[in-house]
């Protein structure tokens, strides 16, 4: 995700997220007056409703296929490399496939490319990254043990959320991947890729410090780095979603 200063209006905006993101539905704010401020944050309250009215955002889960299609994840890589699926191909520098251990038992799995990310062709580089490799090394682990991956292999202009049809479009790639690495543990950064894993619009807080199963693979969800970054009082229950992580991580080696 990109380091560089927010604004006031964004940082009103990833307030009203958080609050998504904890389960909350709805806040009351009057606006006096027609001011544009004002109208703007009446358009972001609208927003936080949208998001705990909207039945499903996903509809049925998709029938994928139980075996791997290709052979390996590089000729996997390889096939896909060029992918036009959506639109985001035309603005992206290098497609992010993902990263790690070919073999690895835990794979974590973002939202999508950041500028940064863009730039290398590598998952979670930038600050965002930098705290998530504290985050594994404080779990005494690092990213040549697991494997990291995002939703989408493209990066949304200005690191907008991804919209659903470009994650309808790119999931199967992931689906291959999972299918290709077969992890024994799934952890899910963020709201945008718990919700699609699990194929549900249910808010982050709600998700959070359970065990979910994903086509029978035990799978956790918790905050992205890049929220941290902007919240750093989420960093504490993120580190109590990484024990709970590291201590079934631990149980697969007896
Ligand atoms: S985001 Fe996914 S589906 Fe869209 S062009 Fe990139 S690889 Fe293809």
């Known amino acids: ?23 909350i539905g709805e806040m009351i704010l009057k606006a006096k007056n027609n001011r544009p401020h004002d109208l703007q944050w009446t ?6 409703r949208k998001v705990e009215t909207t039945p499903d955002l996903f509809g049925a889960p998709s029938q994928a296929p139980s075996t791997p299609q290709f052979d390996s994840l590089a000729a996997h890589f390889e096939a ?28 974590f799995i973002g939202e999508a ?20 490799d504290r985050i594994l090394a404080a779990m005494g682990l690092s990213r040549e043990e697991v494997y990291i991956a995002n939703i ?55 998700l959070r410090r359970i065990w979910h199963d994903y086509e029978g693979m035990p799978m956790l969800v918790t905050y992205h780095p890049a ?17 709970m992580l590291k201590e079934r991580y631990d149980r697969l080696e007896l």
Not at 1 to 22: G, N
Not at 43 to 48: A, P
Not at 228 to 243: G, N, S
């Open 1 to 23: 995700m990109e380091d560089k200063p927010v604004s006031l209006h964004q940082l009103f905006c990833y307030a009203l997220s958080a609050q998504v993101d904890l389960g």
């Open 43 to 48: 358009e972001n309250i609208k927003m936080v």
């Open 80 to 107: 896909i490399r060029d992918c036009q699926l959506c639109p985001l191909w035309q603005t992206r520098t290098k497609l992010v496939y993902g990263v790690g251990n070919p073999h690895a038992d835990l794979i």
């Open 113 to 132: 490319p950041g500028r940064e990310e863009d730039q290398q062709g590598e998952p979670f580089v930038g600050r965002a990254g930098q705290l998530f």
């Open 152 to 206: 989408l292999k493209c990066r949304p202009p200005n690191n907008r959320d991804p919209v659903p049809e470009e994650m309808d479009k790119c999931y199967p790639h992931l689906q291959e991947q999972i299918r290709l690495l077969r992890p024994k543990l799934i952890c899910a950064l963020g709201r945008v890729a718990g919700q699609r894993l699990l194929n549900t619009n249910t808010p982050l807080g709600k």
């Open 227 to 243: 929220a941290l970054l902007r919240f750093p009082a989420y960093k504490k229950e993120t580190w109590a979603d990484m024990q």
